[in-house]
Antibody, heavy 118, light 113 residues
Framework: QVQLVESGGGLVKPGGSLRLSCAAS????????MSWIRQAPGTGLEWLSY????????YYTDSVKGRFIISRDDAKNSVYLQMNRLRAEDTAVYYC???????????WGQGTQVTVSS | DVIMTQSPDSLAVSLGERATINCKSS????????????LAWYQHKPGQPPKLLIY???TRESGVPDRFSGSGSGTDFTLTISSLQAEDVAVYYC?????????FGQGTKVEIK
């Protein structure tokens, strides 16, 4: 079955960096676009970034543009989110998700916690 | 950005009764070339990842119980749970996937009365 497992979260100081990974299994990873979404404490869901199946189309929401970088390695069935210049407001649970029909997100990982604090 | 506004923010419904959640987008999410609305609904329970319920505004994802249904077009959409079950207690989000950045509504918390 489809499985997505995030890793790489943790506690980091403001201005620091983290690299999140999302390992995929149970489907042909190279056929699908992937996204990152987060949920800050007490708030709703925020879509962050998208990478298409070829890796040639990449999009970000404004709040992370210029600080976060999405990438993928089809040989490792993985998608990554490099997060730089982290701020307290980046504290959240980060999810990776697989894209499907109508740009919906039909499979999600369990999430990884990122805490930005001094 | 397309702003998604859900109503109500929360609702309490008796077991077996109908629950209705509304979602309004600040611009149309109807794609003219294929006449499909790029609107999805998700269920989010504490400690779990969000689960896709509905895509294209009204198409139920595989395995989703038929008590969940979606309707609407353009800018106004509805998620209906026809007969609320205990396991439906969750926060529900609509999402427009028509234009980048994809955006979610603020969520509607559904509880048992």
């Amino acid at each position: 079955q489809v499985q997505l497992v995030e890793s790489g979260g943790g506690l980091v100081k403001p201005g620091g960096s983290l690299r999140l990974s999302c390992a995929a299994s149970g489907f042909t990873f190279s056929d699908y676009y992937m996204s990152w979404i987060r949920q800050a404490p007490g708030t709703g869901l925020e879509w962050l970034s998208y990478i298409d199946s070829s890796g040639s189309k990449i999009y970000y929401t404004d709040s992370v543009k210029g600080r976060f970088i999405i990438s993928r390695d089809d040989a490792k069935n993985s998608v990554y989110l490099q997060m730089n210049r982290l701020r307290a407001e980046d504290t959240a649970v980060y999810y990776c998700a697989r894209g499907e029909i109508g740009n919906s997100l039909n499979n999600w990982g369990q999430g990884t916690q990122v805490t930005v604090s001094s | 950005d397309v702003i998604m506004t859900q109503s109500p923010d929360s609702l309490a419904v008796s077991l077996g009764e109908r629950a209705t959640i509304n979602c309004k987008s600040s611009q149309s999410v109807l794609y003219s070339s294929n006449k499909m609305n790029y609107l999805a609904w998700y269920q989010h329970k504490p400690g779990q990842p969000p689960k896709l319920l509905i895509y294209w505004a009204s198409t139920r994802e595989s395995g989703v119980p038929d008590r969940f249904s979606g309707s609407g077009s353009g800018t106004d959409f509805t998620l209906t749970i026809s007969s609320l079950q205990a396991e439906d207690v969750a926060v529900y989000y609509c999402q427009q996937c028509y234009t980048i950045p994809w955006t979610f509504g603020q969520g509607t918390k559904v509880e048992i009365k």
